[in-house]
């Protein structure tokens, strides 16, 4: 049941009840007319009450409709709120919790609303590349004023009911109840007191002007487009709102409606609903149910105070999980803290952070030299340098201190997590956790699922990851994990392309044009140049079989490691981050390919981004068939949310997709046949080249 019906004396209850939000889907909006129907045609009832069970009023449309038959199919939601308006009785909107999207637009087609304190109300559309489809851009401004209303659908962020009804003039609430607990019965008596009041009061009857007109939504157009980028909905938004004040509300309901369809068809929007539905599917694992029990994480031991230590620490000690913090020397705790300290007193004089509030995160971290003082903690990070030999060494310890039944967690990026369990007697307990960096900062956190990790290890720190405010994505255990394993092929092609005739900027301008938000070699820069040299140096003795630019390890022989030396792929002037072009590099690539009796050719930036991209899409099909992701959205999202790949475009999965897969094989084919390429690597993997001859898709 979607929608319960229960009649209280005269007043009729139509309650939503489809968890977890109480999503609009087809059969909740036919359960939602059934009942009006019902309603109406009883002469005992003299008013309805519509509210919504649980946790919220209404999230909206259920997204899994959009473009598909159902969300049309009748009664589809302008249909619904057309019969809340005429309806003969008066009825009444008690929200709580949540009132969002297509929630919301339910609401303003009822007679009158009544909010409780602390109600969520949003039109958040936009974020999935739309803009609201039921007459949201019609009716908001009618009740909040043209300035509010644009501000909230351009957004798309909610704000509290108790705000909205303290705006002069605000029609979108008749009256706020008293708290959440007593909004059923608030409700049932303003149902009674409206019951007999004629002629019902309609939100499409209300005035809609600004008083600026031109001057003002030119003003908002120029602000919008300076924030919205290849992201075409928020302006599509600005010439909704505008039709509400220039046309009739008829006439202004089908402006909507075409803008609307014309923005469910652009790949932007694509792109972001897939995204949304990716983020919530990251949690689901085939083989460990939602009802997996979890193992309880009220402390946490952090093994370095370094950038990843410090980073790894702040994440709980935001979330109110006592941390205690590891080192071997006194003076690397102290900075460790320091730093820690530093970032919050930032976060408070930018006033992100409250003054009581950091002193009461920094009253959660210890610190300690003494390996048997992490004992009691329910689980352990380590986070000191990439290299097994030093893994070996913390495991080994910490398989002899930590408690029974501590989860023991490794901080690395590309390391066997098998091997680093086998160090020690209880590998069921060891699993892998890459943040990344800056941990305080990046939103992915890959959880490495080693092979004997126990499905309550795996429940419990997926959990955990949500609760410190993560998107957290599972991989199998491989070198690099997904993330790291995918960015090799692409640095590779960076590599080759500058062996080719690219210069650094050249190719960095071409990706970020593209709408990453930094090239391969601005990223390199940040990141330290010497890390990927190291990991090309083990690379070449365990893999001698893979082709490699040699032009990055000129690059390092010179002692240019980016950012922190002052010096990388660019120019860095002291204490800036702005890169430069640096004469020296682009001499020394020069140099390079002369001895490698390369003629450089011109490349263009549509054979940049396809060489860069397509690596990252063939590479993602290989792990796919390795079972290393298992599902090519969690690919899209690591990409998305640890490496910058443009929101816009879903993710290099999604993208492949959008760009058609038999495309993707073509392309690859001509790189295939360049000499100075890798050919055996741009074979497309079987499950790409499968997809592609069937027409078919990764997601």
């Known amino acids: 049941m979607t929608a319960e019906y229960k009649v209280h004396g005269d007043v009729a209850f139509i309650t939503l009840n489809n968890p977890p939000v109480n999503g609009l889907g087809l059969a909740t909006r036919q359960a939602i007319a059934a009942a009006l129907n019902q309603a109406q045609d009883d002469p005992a009832v003299r008013a309805i009450v519509i509210a919504g069970a649980g946790r919220a009023f209404s999230g909206g449309a259920d ?46 087609g009822c007679h009158y609303r009544i909010a409780a304190p602390g109600c969520s109300v949003a039109l958040p559309e936009v974020k999935l590349g739309l803009l609201p489809g039921a007459g949201g851009t019609q009716r908001l401004p009618r009740v909040l004023g043209v300035e509010a209303a644009l501000n909230m659908i351009v957004s798309g962020e909610a704000v509290k009911s108790d705000t909205l009804a303290l705006l002069p003039g605000q029609k979108l609430f ?20 409206v019951a007999g009041k004629r002629p019902l009061p309609l939100v499409r009857n209300l005035a809609c002007t600004h008083p600026l007109g031109d001057a003002y939504f030119q003003f908002a157009r120029n602000m919008v487009g300076a924030m919205s980028k290849n992201f075409p909905a928020p302006l599509k938004c600005v010439d909704a709102v505008e039709a509400a004040t220039r046309q009739g509300f008829g006439q202004g309901l089908e402006t909507e409606r075409a803008l609307f369809t014309h923005l469910m068809g652009t790949p932007e929007s694509k792109a972001l609903r897939h995204l949304f539905v990716a983020e919530r599917a990251t949690s689901k694992i085939a083989d460990v149910p939602p009802d997996t029990p979890q193992r309880p994480i009220q402390s946490v031991a952090v093994i370095g105070a370094g950038t990843m230590g410090g980073g790894i620490a702040m994440n709980f000690l935001n979330a109110g999980i006592a941390v205690t913090m590891l080192e071997m020397k006194a003076e690397a705790l102290e900075r460790g803290v320091a730093t820690i300290r530093k970032n919050y007193e930032s ?48 495991f080994r310890k910490l398989d002899a201190v930590m408690k029974q039944g501590a989860i023991l967690a490794s901080n690395t990026s590309t390391l066997d997590v098998n091997r680093i369990a086998g160090f020690t007697q209880r590998p069921q307990d060891v699993i892998g956790t890459h943040f990344f960096s800056p941990a305080n900062v990046m939103r992915l956190l890959e959880v490495v699922r080693g092979e004997k990790t126990a499905k309550d290890v795996l429940a419990t720190v997926m959990a955990l990851g949500k609760k410190i405010k993560k998107t957290t994505v599972v991989a199998g255990v491989c070198d690099g994990f997904i993330g790291n394993r995918m960015i090799e092929q692409y640095s590779r092609q960076a590599g080759f392309l500058l062996d080719e005739g690219c210069t650094p900027a050249q190719v960095d301008r071409a990706v970020e044009k593209f709408g990453f938000a930094m090239g391969p070699f601005r990223m390199g820069d940040l990141a330290g140049n010497d890390i990927g040299w190291a990991i090309r140096k083990r690379r070449a003795i365990e893999r001698a079989d893979m082709k490699y630019s040699m032009t990055a390890d000129r690059l390092c022989e010179l002692g240019r490691f980016g950012q922190k030396t002052g010096a990388g792929w660019y120019d860095y002037a002291p204490g800036k981050r702005d890169a430069m072009a640096s004469d020296l590099v682009v001499t020394m690539i020069d140099t390079h390919r002369k001895t490698l009796g390369i003629a450089p050719r011109k490349i263009g930036d549509e054979e940049i981004v396809q060489r860069l991209v397509f690596a990252l899409v063939n590479e993602g099909a290989r792990i796919l068939e390795d079972g290393i992701a298992s599902k090519a959205s969690d690919i899209d999202m690591v990409y998305i949310t640890g490496y ?54 990764f997601n």
């Open 63 to 108: 997204i899994k409709e959009f473009g598909s038959n159902k969300s049309m199919q009748e009664p589809n939601l302008p249909s619904l709120i057309l019969a809340l308006e005429n309806c003969a009785k008066p009825v009444v909107a008690a929200l709580h919790s949540v009132a969002m999207g297509g929630g919301l637009e339910l609401a303003l």
């Open 174 to 193: 008749d009256t706020m109840a008293a708290s959440a607990d007593s909004l059923h019965d608030e409700a049932l008596a303003y149902a009674r007191l």
């Open 347 to 394: 976060q408070v004089q930018r006033g992100k952070l409250k003054a009581d509030n950091y002193e009461q995160r920094m009253a959660l971290l210890r610190t300690t030299l003494d390996y048997a003082e992490l004992r009691d903690a329910d689980m352990v990070i380590e986070a000191v340098f990439e290299d097994m030999g030093v893994k070996e060494a913390v």
């Open 644 to 697: 910058g790949f443009p929101m816009f475009r879903g993710g290099p999965m999604c993208y492949a997709d959008q760009f058609g897969l038999f495309n993707v094989v073509q392309a690859m084919r001509r790189f295939a046949a360049n000499p100075l390429d890798d050919a055996a690597f741009w074979k497309p993997a079987p499950m790409l080249a499968r997809l592609a001859a069937e027409g078919q898709c």
